[in-house]
Nanobody, 118 residues
Framework: QVQLAESGGGLVQPGGSLRLSCAAS????????MSWHRQAPGKERELVAS????????TYADSVKGRFTISRDNAKNTVYLQMNSLEPEDTAVYYC???????????WGQGTQVTVSS
């Protein structure tokens, strides 16, 4: 059974940091591109950052460049999102996704809430 379990969300003050984790199981993690997405109330879900299967290529939304860092540990089947200098605009539910275009498969986690507020 495929599972993507996000953790690490919470309430943080502006300027603070959080580290999200996404533990994967039930599929060949090291064959999948992993990404983080977020959805704020009343807005569409958007891509935040992605990392290729080997970890060699990382991409970021312009709104988080220089503040967020995506990484992965294929030995632990886990992908991370380090979020620094958080802003109220970063408030959203953050979702982890795994995708393999050759197999045509995509998996989503249940999401974790991040709230940036003083």
């Amino acid at each position: 059974q495929v599972q993507l379990a996000e953790s690490g969300g919470g309430l943080v003050q502006p300027g603070g940091s959080l580290r999200l984790s996404c533990a994967a199981s039930g599929f060949t993690f090291n064959g999948y591109t992993m990404s983080w997405h977020r959805q704020a109330p009343g807005k569409e879900r958007e891509l935040v950052a992605s990392i290729t299967a080997s970890g060699s290529i990382r991409t970021y939304a312009d709104s988080v460049k220089g503040r967020f860092t995506i990484s992965r540990d294929n030995a632990k089947n886990t992908v991370y999102l380090q979020m620094n200098s958080l802003e109220p605009e970063d408030t959203a539910v953050y979702y982890c996704r795994g995708s393999n275009r050759y197999r045509g498969t995509t998996y989503w986690g249940q999401g974790t809430q991040v709230t940036v507020s003083s």
